[in-house]
């Protein structure tokens, strides 16, 4: 019954999260300069004719209220409406780029935090230590294109190991996962390294070592569980990275996918296809964070006794 | 009734020779050997079209995706006349007002449609539907009054006053023909792609969204214009085209052999081409109207004519392209692209690159102070003059070149330019407001007349200028009214004389230009005559 309850409120939550998400951008969008029917001619011919064709085309005669609470009613039973540039029904021009995307962002996310774990771990040493900080540091700070590039050019153009583009099979997704993954692996290597190193000089590690477990049983089996805690909540930002590393990967690497359905559609101000950006992510960020909290109670039994 | 009108028309009669052959300009094919039929080709592409519906055509990069797959009733030639394409010719009459055409009556479409006169008006009454092309229909088609079937071989346009640009349109991607069937049954009409059958040489059987777009060779073809190359069906059995937006990328693409041909190739890339002995690199000048800037004359500073001079003068444009594009951009004359039968030669070194003589002018109308930071004043006000760039529509690194100008305007003469690249619609909004005073653009249009009517009319629709001048809305209605080569010509080069010599409205920096680079296995290659851009697949083939 209390799991319901709880389960009923995360649900209530999410909606709301759903909802705010989507008022907001239609604010930003109605706040930002220029109207649709600008936006819609571009630099293109602009007469009175045109004008009043775009506006009967989209209704956008009815005032913003209205038109804002048609979209949430519509919305709400699933029409996400027309992309005003490619004139196709926004759940055709997402639904078709969310695989590719979600396929990227999987092996990326899996990739870095393995790469994160096995480096934290394994550079315990002193100078292993120097040296994997300084290329975590370079990673973090590299700019995901530049990675790319240079990625590219040594691998696929030079090596001809990889094809460069496109959303064909596995050998085209290596490089574009691995250019995601490195900086993410950068970042949650610093952290987990230094949970370890606060774990490692808490009593429990004393006390483990003393009934005699050998030093690595001490640091994958205790130390790790806690050094997890702070990485874990990380969730968001690691989501974070990923849709936003989407939008310049996929440019580079000429694949397909969520990263350039949103940078097209936010440079044109195609509303309809940002709101439903817009409302996806927010509904992947509250299932990450409710993921991140059933994986915080895995890791940290105290939270479940609680 | 008809056949009296049609012979009363005999002398503005204009007859098309099925054997006027004006030649492709090749740019490939001295080592690939003769054409060879079959096989297979990727070519990376700079720009996804926003759709593949020709009706709703607006990309100029996407001109050469159109034809693989669309044509239209005529084709340009390339000394600004017109070949016969679907249809076999045409006839003018009605003082200009009536342009009737014999179409062939050996075509279909690809799902198995006939191409015939019905087709043609179910087109025209498509783009003329409410909300379906609003800017072809305001702009291209704003003199047309009805389409009439004479018979299925033979199709009349009525107009409402002479318009010679009709031609231009009936040979424009908007123009093209679609098989009525498909443009019913469609579900996303506006957006095109494998659902809207052509006549083409190649049919669009894939398109995945963000990746790439597949041809594959439509085997019943066989009425390519006389300017194509070859007759019968196309070389290639499939062809790929792959966006790839980063030009470093599509280069590195080509030199590591994963695709054969690229678009786009910018100056700063051009020279990995240019040393690859396995590759050639060729460029097309781009019909329409040069990159220019337009002075905004409602307000001060631009509506005193010595301004606008001074601006030019205090310009010299051959070292700003040079310091911008690396010696790659042909420096432009004149509001007219240099290829058009209407460009006006003369108009070349009259102006420009006279520091001495932009100062004194700017002392003669007024702006003879300088304030502590070296601009010129007037009145205690500074001679600050805005350029308001849209963001998502700068190209060939038009931002950098504007901010060459700007130093370069500051240091000759005290100019203030202020460069702001924002989004569209900040863009918009500058320009509805009049809070700018130099507009930048070029137009692609094959007939520069269209762009000039777009950019110069007094109730132009790109009029940013401000210009109302009867005399020179009568130059246009001249230039638009007539199908004589030698009138039309006349009128442009006055109205060339006026807005660039004498008024000097406008600033004309270069000639956009189009560029392709391929392996040298790959032969047929060629930029579509007038249009100056890449042409389609048609008469390309791969060496085996």
Known sequence: ?306 | MRRSRLRAAALAAVLFLLAACSSTAGVSGADAGAPVSGGSLTWAVETEPITFNPHQYAQAKARLLVWNSFEALLTHDDKGGYLPWLATGYQVAAGGKTYTFKLRTDVTFSDGTRFDAAAVKANIDQILAPGYAPTVAAVQLKNLASVEVVDPATVAFHLTKPDVLLLDFLSSPQGAQVSPKSLKAATNLKAGGPELAGTGPFILDRYTAGQEVHFRRNPAYNWAPANAGHTGPAYLDEITYRFLKESSVRVGALTSGQVQVIEGVPATDQAQITANSGLTLSKGLNSGSAYSYYFNTTHAPFDDVRVRQAFRDALDVDTVLTAVYRGTATRAWSVVGPTSPFYDKSLEGTYGGNAQRANQELDAAGWAQRDAEGYRTRNGQRLTVRLVQSAPFVRDRRDILAQTIQAAVKQSAGIDLKVSVVDQGTATKALTDNQYEVFDNSRADTDAGAALNLLLYSTGAINRTGVKDAALDRLLDAGQATGDAAKRQAAYREIQRRVVGEQALVLPLYAPNDQIAAAKTVGGLSFEPTAGVPNDAYNVWVRK
């Not at chain 1, 989507?22 to 630099?43: E, H, M």
């Not at chain 1, 003393?210 to 050094?227: D, I, N």
């Not at chain 1, 990485?231 to 310049?248: C, D, K, P, R, S």
């Not at chain 1, 097209?264 to 509303?271: H, L, P, Q, Y």
Request: hydrophobic letters at 55%; one cysteine or more.
């Open chain 1, 1 to 306: 019954m209390t799991l319901l309850v709880a389960v009923l409120r995360r649900a209530v939550a999410g909606l709301v999260v759903l909802w705010a998400a989507a008022t907001a951008a239609y604010l930003a969008l109605l706040a930002a300069p220029g109207d649709t029917v600008d936006s819609i001619i571009g630099d293109g011919a602009d007469t009175p004719l045109i004008r009043s064709q775009i506006v009967r085309e989209w209704h956008l005669d009815r005032p913003a209220v209205v038109q804002y609470l048609d979209y949430l009613w519509r919305a709400a039973h699933g029409d996400l409406g027309r992309s005003y540039l490619l004139q196709r029904p926004v759940r055709d021009v997402i639904g078709e780029q969310v695989w590719p995307t979600l396929k990227l962002a999987l092996c990326s996310a899996l990739l870095g935090v393995l790469l994160a774990l096995i480096l934290a771990v394994l550079t315990r040493r002193p100078w292993a230590r120097r040296v994997s900080s300084t290329v975590e540091l370079v990673l973090v700070s590299t700019p995901p294109f530049l990675i790319g590039i240079v990625l590219l050019s040594v691998f696929s153009f030079r090596l001809g190991a990889f094809p460069v583009s496109g959303d064909r099979g596995f050998a085209a997704l290596v490089l574009p996962a691995v250019t995601l993954a490195l900086p993410i692996a950068g970042l949650l290597t610093q952290v987990l390294r230094d949970g370890l190193d606060r774990a490692l000089e808490e009593p429990f590690a004393v006390t483990a070592r003393a009934r005699g477990l050998r030093e690595s049983a001490v640091l994958v089996r205790h130390a790790l569980r806690h050094a997890l805690l702070p990485a874990v909540t990380l969730t968001g930002w690691l989501f974070g990275i990923l849709l936003g590393g989407a939008v310049i990967i996929e440019q580079v690497f000429g694949r397909p996918g969520l990263g350039q359905v949103t940078l097209s559609a936010v440079t044109s101000k195609d509303m309809p296809v940002v709101l439903a950006v817009v409302v996806l992510s927010a509904a992947v960020y509250v299932l990450l964070n409710t993921a991140a909290d059933l994986a915080n109670l895995l890791v940290d039994p105290r939270l479940r006794r609680s």
